[in-house]
Every structure is written in C-alpha cells, then in structure tokens.
T-cell receptor
Framework: QQQVKQSPQSLIVQKGGISIINCAYE??????FPWYQQFPGKGPALLIA?????SEKKEGRFTISFNKSAKQFSLHIMDSQPGDSATYFC???????????????FGKGTKLSVKP | NAGVTQTPKFRILKIGQSMTLQCTQD?????MYWYRQDPGMGLKLIYY???????DKGEVPNGYNVSRSTTEDFPLRLELAAPSQTSVYFC???????????FGSGTRLTVV
C-alpha cells in the first residue's frame, strides 16, 4: 500500500509565527509533490507543488522543502496569518507512470489554527 | 467559469436507499475523480475516469458505481446506502495525471 504520512494532525500557531507541516513517502518512484489547502465547506485547492529535482520552492509566504534521501517534504508558512487557518494536505504521485500511477495519494491532513 | 459543480450540497439518506451524486465540469478536462473525505482520514479515491467511456476503480470502490458518457459529467451512484457511506464526497477534474486538480465544493451525505 503506497502511503503518504503527514504530521502533525493539528497545529496551533500565533500570528506572525512559522507553521511547519511534514510529510513522508515510501515510493521512490514518486516525482510530483503538491500541497493542497482546504477551507471549511470548500474543496481542496492547489497551493504549491515541487518536483524532486529541486530541494526548495518558494511562493510568497509558502515554501516547500524537499529531502529526497530521507523521502520527506515539508510545507513552511512564514508570517502565519489568521486567514491561513485551514486544513492542509500533502500528496504524491508518479506522474510519469501514467494510468492509475498518476493518481494523487493524499496525506491525512493537518488542521492549522493561527491565533491573532 | 464555474469549474467543477457538485449537486446536491447536502443529503440525508435512509439505510438501503439509493442516490446519484452529480458532478459537472466546464473546463474540458479529460480526467475526473471521486473522493470521499472522512475526519482525520484524508481523501480516499473511489473511482476515476481518464476520458468519456473509460472508468476505473480507486482505493475504496465498494458500494459505489460511476459512468462517464460525456467529457463534462461524472455521476457517482450509491446503491443500498449504508451508515459507513456517511462522508463528504468531492469530485475533481484535471487536464491529465496529477497536475492541477480542480475540486468541487463537495456533497455532505449522511446515512441514517
């Protein structure tokens, strides 16, 4: 069973602080690692994604750090804001595999609360 | 541009009843997916389709059926509803593979 393990399950951060969510994967064939953000009552939305040929990708306050040897990747939210309060999902896929191998496998999610 | 539209948003079913969850996308995406989301369990793939007339099982297909007669529509059928099917169901579409999934806003289903 291919899995993506995500931690922590919940996270409380003060406004202005750094939020860090971690994911670990098993399948070394995975070559695409996105993060999705979900607000209550809404569907998940793509936030940022990375390929394994780079160790870091930054978009605004959001950064993905990728460690290929450890098979881990993490999401860092700098200067966290109350509006960032949401559930975050990491995911992984073997995009080049085609067919069902290209389907995303999601972590179980992290509920982030940013306190004002 | 509506994206992915799911109906209904909420539904209560009695055990043994059947229903169809509707999903329509207007982005001309070939790939479509059905997921269920349970608290603390993430998103689990029920069925997916890579184009009209082609469907395949995901991780948790038991108790569900799908069809894909057009590019736009991908309905999910629940036969003989059971309490274990109480969940939030999300439909998604993509241009191909894992890139840029667009999710609908979900259907919250309760089976009593």
């Amino acid at each position: 069973q291919q899995q993506v393990k995500q931690s922590p399950q919940s996270l409380i951060v003060q406004k202005g602080g750094i939020s860090i969510i971690n994911c670990a994967y098993e399948n070394t064939a995975f070559d695409y690692f996105p993060w999705y953000q979900q607000f209550p009552g809404k569907g998940p939305a793509l936030l940022i994604a990375i390929r394994p040929d780079v160790s870091e990708k930054k978009e605004g306050r959001f950064t993905i750090s990728f460690n290929k040897s450890a098979k881990q990747f993490s999401l860092h939210i700098m200067d966290s804001q109350p509006g960032d309060s949401a559930t975050y999902f990491c995911a992984a896929s073997w995009a080049r595999g085609g067919g069902s191998q290209g389907n995303l496998i999601f972590g179980k999610g992290t509920k982030l609360s940013v306190k004002p | 541009n509506a994206g992915v539209t799911q109906t209904p948003k909420f539904r209560i079913l009695k055990i043994g009843q059947s229903m169809t969850l509707q999903c329509t996308q207007d982005m001309n995406h070939n790939y479509m997916y059905w997921y269920r989301q349970d608290p603390g369990m993430g998103l689990k793939l029920i069925y997916y389709s890579v184009g009209a007339g082609i469907t395949d099982k995901g991780e948790v297909p038991n108790g569900y059926n799908v069809s894909r007669s057009t590019t736009e529509d991908f309905p999910l059928r629940l036969e003989l509803a059971a309490p274990s099917q109480t969940s939030v169901y999300f439909c998604a579409s993509s241009t191909g593979g894992p890139y840029g999934y667009t999710f609908g806003s979900g259907t919250r289903l309760t089976v009593v």
